[in-house]
């Protein structure tokens, strides 16, 4: 941590600050520059909210220099994790490249057997769908919840796919883990503390949707906080951010992957479907992702999109799908992957 | 809503989309303009998942014409909402401006009661301060608990304000509701669906804070799921949006203000604290919230902000807060309002 | 400027940093913590780009410390600077606030006239006006030129008001100069840097706008431009910058009136009008702007908004600016400044 | 245009709507819902100020049908438009990509020749180099002038790749466009439609950054000028926007391929130098660009990155750009085009 002072500081106040930072059990290191005077500060104490410096007479700003989260970092554990998933243990975060596709919402049997089978044969590892949805309205369609689980489960059994699908309250944790394959965080749910430690807690692999609004440094704390309940595996996805444009439903930021890459060892796939919010981008999106370094995607597919209960616009046909694998399979290969 | 078709779309493709739109319940009204066909829908669906249309042939865009919140909009209720806050009953919503401080955590006995005084010497109504704190690191200080509520009940007692404190998860509800006179829901859980219900079955006055990212349309819904559950208490905070600004925590736009005035009944109070991030901006903020005609501000203050455990860079001291009160006593009066 | 070392930097590449810290003319002072390295950089190079020592290995990233503008900061001069506009030498900048008001584009003789008696009915100081004006599209009403700033001129003449009209590129600046009291450089130009030393080398007071995604520090740079060209006479004006939000035109970030205020000696004016984009909520945020410490307004007042030519829909009728000015007055007061 | 009026809006305020709609020269067509009335309005009037009516009592919003812009639409020019650039007329948009590669800034003879021979070596078609700087700092190098061309130029001798630089003011036009192949219009100067009409009179094809904060359809706007202006060759470069993400220097929303790509006949480059500010982001950016449709790429490339006068924290090495182009060969290969 660096603590800036203001131009002009007096001694008496740098003197302050310099306490201030050994209250902190911090070792001081001051620096009088030709404008200005900086304190260095040494020590590894991520716990104190340095922030509170700040308001010590004097001071300009401070800059931190350690990140905030640890065991999620590359500092702590260098090569990178495979988080085994599913039936199969199909290793997410090696060399071979998982979709997982399905619809929005589980919306009936079946609704979810054809899109099962149509994820099947398009080659994806995994099946995706809600039980519980979380909506913007009250008014929405909120899933079928407990029936919904057992339709996952079935379309497990009849076709191999690993169920990945989203726990949105701790008072749902111990159906969902109890049914499904991987835990989905959603993204509005990212910093909901409480859920974090829970799916910690079970020893499911994970799957953490980045916040709409979350830095990475905060996508990373949200790991650690799983991690730090004792639960290594979590998978990273990066689904897009809210900015200032409005063509798409959310900003797909592809650069998270190389710099994900660069400061956790943890793997992240990406959801071009909300990443963008519109069908006809999602395959030239996931063609990218993949090109990018993904590990993985997780795309809605629907059966009969115009008809979907949600996110209609954004899921891909069946044999949009289909299509889609085919080039990404040679852009795996392009990029020394493998789909 | 109004379904776009786009350039050369044919007349197949408008007429399914016709079809679509009455399978969905709604009357079909096409538009042949010179250069593009529309379809205005007519008929109150708003549970229907517009979105879906989107995917049929021929179609650009979908555009909402009604807002999608109910019993939260003016449509509904033009007449202005007024809850009354506390042992006293003070009315948020009123021709009263209702100051709300305190320190961002409750720290110890001694901290909140100083804080407290401090507080009631200034003129406040309200006394805030966290018993359970949602913290983006696992490794800062997560709150004392129902120790926490057990010291604000305290200092209520003493001091005759009204507290306000987080409730981060359903598993504290009980005891929150037990203890606090308003129960908050921070920014991060604005779109915590289960949460929202839960409170809104609690029928205490609810201080829903606006997501960092939340549209003021999202923000309208997170409070109509509250008044769905039954408590139409719903009193709504602007805290700050995130944007690429740096030199504070969060942007905060006051002009949220006229335009919530605009669309819904509720009162609506500002925090310029986590609106600016640094206690050097917040006088001015308030101020200007004021003056912008908020119905309350929501403010940080500790007796010692250089060791505050959390936020201390944006907590007032109880000069500052004093000082202040003072000038802002003049802002209301000059904006026909009251401190 | 710290250069952060990533974790597990090697001596050698510590060693090559600091030989180049000292190529670039810096001296060198490595710190070394229990985590990493930092080497600090002390001496005032603000033309190196700092950023090139990026790319050495083992660097994690580089801290800049100093602002990188000097003569517009507080740093350099700490007194407030006044500028005299006009032909009464109002002093923006000083305890009085000073409203500049009148319509977006210059239309005609009548609709000017009738918007300058207007603007000075309402006890503002300054009459705004677009004679050249950079629209969006190609196809509309681009401004009415020479003739437009002669109406300008025509409308001081009677009414003693400030004429304050944009210039948008080099070639109209002697044209507007001559007609002109205030300069004005649009939002879209004020990383024109062309234009900006042009208007530097005027000696006529510039009115500048913040770029609508530019930081403060961006701003600040811009108006060390003109600064740096020989002309200290630079109001800088906040009109708003582009997030998320879709209710507004642009989310107006009033507390870049403190923290301007704490940065730069120069004065600064708020447009509420470009800020929100809708005249119901053009009178909260005059009014949250003056309360907050604002040098003045730039409002847009049209004596037919209905049918302006452009910005109808954020302009207010003379009618609602004088209803306006009455309470701005009081607010003024109430902040210890003066209308 | 559809014009959405307030719930309760009085019969005459629809009727002042429909008269006013009709005043702009429209033909209305009112809708009259459960909730709300609309009036929908026919005619294609791209000049009209459509917000004026916003101002209308009892309106609550305004809904454009219609893109803005025509020239540069898929509405009126179906087939995907190719530019030959450059000496040996490598036609942008067609199924070849084509990268142009080169330093930020051109800063010696020898740095040039450098650059020059290692984008050759690289298999790229076009050489990047600003001769004159836009930089947002006024003590930053701003680059060598007319010099600079004329290295520029003596590079094209050597190698045969297509020159590609930038022109920031009209008074530099004349001797950008005696030297180059394609005149880059900044980032900063996207909406600066005096230069973009000038440009548009060059008959050069002209390389379009889009703004940090700029729409797409702005961006089209600002295509639109030039093609207004007699200039059919417009090549559009996305470049990354600003968003709250703080470890990239822009965010790049690509996206922004398959948008313009269905809004847009004009061919698309992508810039990831500038699109993250960090070279070791840039590879991955590079093969998802390409994956995801770019009929191009702009990437910078320095001899000696630590030691360039401005982006050495974006610019790959020689070795790296050679490295990268091997891959993106066999990625162009699995989505059908040709490096």
Same mark, same amino acid.
């Given at each position: 941590m660096i603590v800036v002072m203001k131009p002009g500081a007096t001694d008496e106040q740098v003197q302050h600050v310099i306490d201030l930072v050994r209250d902190y059990g911090l070792k001081d290191h001051p620096i009088y520059g030709s404008d200005r005077t900086v304190v260095a500060c040494i020590g590894d104490k991520r716990a104190v909210d340095k922030g509170a410096i700040e308001t010590a007479p004097g001071v300009e700003r401070i800059v931190p220099i350690? %990140? +905030?989260?640890?065991? %999620? *970092?590359t500092e702590v554990k260098r090569e990178r994790s495979q988080i085994a998933i599913g039936p199969a243990g199909f290793p997410i975060g090696g060399r071979k490249v998982g979709i997982i596709a399905g619809p929005c919402a589980v919306e009936s049997r079946e609704q979810l057997l054809r899109a099962a089978d149509a994820v099947k044969a398009a080659g994806a590892v995994g099946l995706r769908g809600g039980a519980y949805k979380p909506r913007t *309205? +009250?008014?929405s369609f909120q899933g079928l919840g407990v029936e919904g689980l057992q339709l996952l489960a079935e379309a497990r059994e009849r076709t191999g796919l690993t169920v990945v699908t989203e726990v949105i309250g701790l008072e749902q944790i111990d159906a969902v883990a109890e049914y499904a394959d991987v835990l989905q965080i959603g993204a509005r749910n990212m910093q909901h503390y409480p859920l974090l430690e829970a799916v910690g807690e079970t020893g499911k692999p994970v799957l953490l949707k980045r916040g709409m609004s979350a830095t990475l440094e905060e996508f990373l704390l949200a790991a650690e906080y799983i991690i730090n309940a004792g639960n290594k595996q979590v998978i990273l996805c990066e689904r897009g951010i809210r900015t200032f444009e409005t063509h798409v439903r959310n900003t797909l930021p592809l650069a998270s992957i190389p710099e994900l890459n660069d400061k956790t060892h943890l793997p992240v796939v990406i959801d071009p479907s909300h990443g963008t919010g519109h069908a006809y981008m999602v395959p030239a999106m996931c063609k990218a992702a993949i090109a990018a370094g993904a590990d993985g995607l997780l795309v809605e597919c629907h059966p009969d999109p115009e008809h979907a209960l949600s996110d209609g616009a954004q899921s891909l046909t069946p044999a949009a799908l289909r299509d889609l694998t085919g080039v990404l399979r040679h852009i795996a290969d392009a990029v020394g992957r493998e789909l």
């Amino acid at each position: 941590m660096i603590v800036v002072m203001k131009p002009g500081a007096t001694d008496e106040q740098v003197q302050h600050v310099i306490d201030l930072v050994r209250d902190y059990g911090l070792k001081d290191h001051p620096i009088y520059g030709s404008d200005r005077t900086v304190v260095a500060c040494i020590g590894d104490k991520r716990a104190v909210d340095k922030g509170a410096i700040e308001t010590a007479p004097g001071v300009e700003r401070i800059v931190p220099i350690l %990140a +905030p989260y640890k065991m %999620a *970092s590359t500092e702590v554990k260098r090569e990178r994790s495979q988080i085994a998933i599913g039936p199969a243990g199909f290793p997410i975060g090696g060399r071979k490249v998982g979709i997982i596709a399905g619809p929005c919402a589980v919306e009936s049997r079946e609704q979810l057997l054809r899109a099962a089978d149509a994820v099947k044969a398009a080659g994806a590892v995994g099946l995706r769908g809600g039980a519980y949805k979380p909506r913007t *309205s +009250p008014y929405s369609f909120q899933g079928l919840g407990v029936e919904g689980l057992q339709l996952l489960a079935e379309a497990r059994e009849r076709t191999g796919l690993t169920v990945v699908t989203e726990v949105i309250g701790l008072e749902q944790i111990d159906a969902v883990a109890e049914y499904a394959d991987v835990l989905q965080i959603g993204a509005r749910n990212m910093q909901h503390y409480p859920l974090l430690e829970a799916v910690g807690e079970t020893g499911k692999p994970v799957l953490l949707k980045r916040g709409m609004s979350a830095t990475l440094e905060e996508f990373l704390l949200a790991a650690e906080y799983i991690i730090n309940a004792g639960n290594k595996q979590v998978i990273l996805c990066e689904r897009g951010i809210r900015t200032f444009e409005t063509h798409v439903r959310n900003t797909l930021p592809l650069a998270s992957i190389p710099e994900l890459n660069d400061k956790t060892h943890l793997p992240v796939v990406i959801d071009p479907s909300h990443g963008t919010g519109h069908a006809y981008m999602v395959p030239a999106m996931c063609k990218a992702a993949i090109a990018a370094g993904a590990d993985g995607l997780l795309v809605e597919c629907h059966p009969d999109p115009e008809h979907a209960l949600s996110d209609g616009a954004q899921s891909l046909t069946p044999a949009a799908l289909r299509d889609l694998t085919g080039v990404l399979r040679h852009i795996a290969d392009a990029v020394g992957r493998e789909l």
